[in-house]
């Protein structure tokens, strides 16, 4: 396959501000059209990236054959059924995260794909910063041991997206700040880690500025054309989760969009031989050298655009049959985890146990 066709189902912040630009600005890549039920936002969106072909129903655009494959960059809830009717019509799918929010759907979606023999991949762009790359790099080398212990957090002081839209809207969103940025990095954790097997999970989840949100600017106002934001806000904007492994690795994650706390997008791993933090300032890395310790702040390229880097990732994924980073037991696994640290949150906290979802 020579230039790889492209269709942008859902053309709000994340298609205007990142996956739209990526596909513009990597060879081999020709955006062909763009589907949004806004016809509003569609028009200025064709027009603003000049885009050939422009459908209302997205799937007018999944039944153009000229198409090989999509970005799903819709509401959390379409996520499942948009991708399994693209797979089904033939196209390789890279699918925003949260890609699910249930084991089940997630494994409805992978054994789609792996049935029409088609690339799905999860749109976990903070793992191609490359901090991360670095970082995995260095435990597959062995560097740091066997990871043990693994702690995260994405939290704001005010930072709720698309307040009185769908992100604060249970039934479209399926939940809060866990789901929207806690996923990053219990993502990027899980990955680094090796990817164990969960086995219970425990957590807890809070709306605590529920009659004192406030909007903190994301989907971007420009992108935002012809939407309407009077609607309800129902999720969490805060929430933590503790994980077991089965190999006895544990994990810890907070996210929160809106708090009174010190803001905090970071990652902490404890290895045998070597852990690390990276978040804000970079990476840095604690090691042992022959009963010396060693911090070392590796001087790595902090400047590269992750979604490029995704979407080269996909398209090297297509072209060559590869299977992309993001593999179908780590999509299955975080999707298990965020949803046993609601069903733990509705109960009281209570351990849940993976093999009871
Ligand atoms: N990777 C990241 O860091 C990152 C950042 C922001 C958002 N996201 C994810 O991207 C997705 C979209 O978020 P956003 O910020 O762009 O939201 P947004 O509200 O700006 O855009 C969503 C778009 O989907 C459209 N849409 C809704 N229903 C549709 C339907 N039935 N058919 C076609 N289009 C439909 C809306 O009209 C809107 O234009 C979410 O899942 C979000 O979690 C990821």
Redesign the pocket.
């Known amino acids: 396959m020579e230039t790889i066709r492209i269709g942008v189902?859902?053309?709000?912040?994340?298609?205007?501000y990142?996956h739209i630009p990526a596909y513009l600005n990597t060879p081999g890549i020709e955006l062909v059209a763009v589907?949004?039920?806004?016809e509003k936002?569609l028009n200025y969106v064709a027009e603003k990236f000049s885009v050939p072909h422009k459908f209302v129903?997205?799937k007018d655009l999944l039944a153009r054959q000229d198409i090989d494959a999509v970005s799903i960059?819709?509401?959390?809830y379409?996520?499942i059924p948009?991708s399994i009717d693209a797979l089904k019509a033939g196209k390789h799918v890279l699918c925003?995260?949260?890609v699910a929010v249930k084991g089940a759907d997630a494994e409805a979606v992978i054994k789609e794909a792996e049935k029409q023999g088609k690339v799905f991949m999860g749109?976990?762009?903070?793992r191609f910063g490359k901090t991360s790359q670095f970082l995995k790099k260095q435990i597959e080398a062995g560097k740091f041991g066997d990871i043990y212990y693994a702690k995260g957090a994405n939290i704001r002081r005010r930072g709720i997206?698309?307040l009185g839209?769908?992100?604060t809207t249970k039934e479209q969103s399926y939940g809060g700040s866990m789901?929207?940025i806690g996923v990053?990095a219990l993502d990027r954790m899980y990955w680094l880690m090796g990817a164990p097997e969960p086995v219970a999970v425990s957590g807890a989840v809070f709306q605590a500025f529920k009659d004192d949100a406030v909007d903190g600017g994301?989907?971007p106002v420009d992108?935002?054309v012809g939407?309407v934001y009077a609607g309800i806000n129902d999720v969490d904007d805060m929430a933590s989760g503790y994980v077991r492994f089965d190999n006895g690795a544990t994990l810890l994650i907070e996210a929160g969009w809106a708090s009174n706390a010190e803001p905090a997008s970071y990652i902490q791993l404890f290895g045998t031989k070597a852990g690390a933090v990276e978040g804000f300032r970079g990476v840095k890395v604690f090691a042992d050298t022959e009963g010396t310790l060693l911090d070392v702040e590796p001087q790595v390229d902090t400047r590269a655009n992750t979604y490029e880097a995704e979407i080269a990732h996909f398209a090297d994924c297509i072209r060559n049959d590869k299977q992309p980073m993001t593999r179908p037991n780590e999509i299955i696994n975080v999707a298990k985890i965020i949803e046993a640290v609601y069903k733990s949150s509705e109960n009281n906290g209570r351990q849940i146990l993976i093999a009871d979802l």
């Open positions: 189902i859902g053309v709000g912040g994340i298609a205007q990142s589907a949004d039920i806004n936002k129903d997205y960059c819709t509401p959390n379409l996520h948009m925003e995260k949260p749109g976990f762009c903070t997206p698309g839209g769908w992100f789901l929207d990053h994301w989907p992108s935002r939407d």
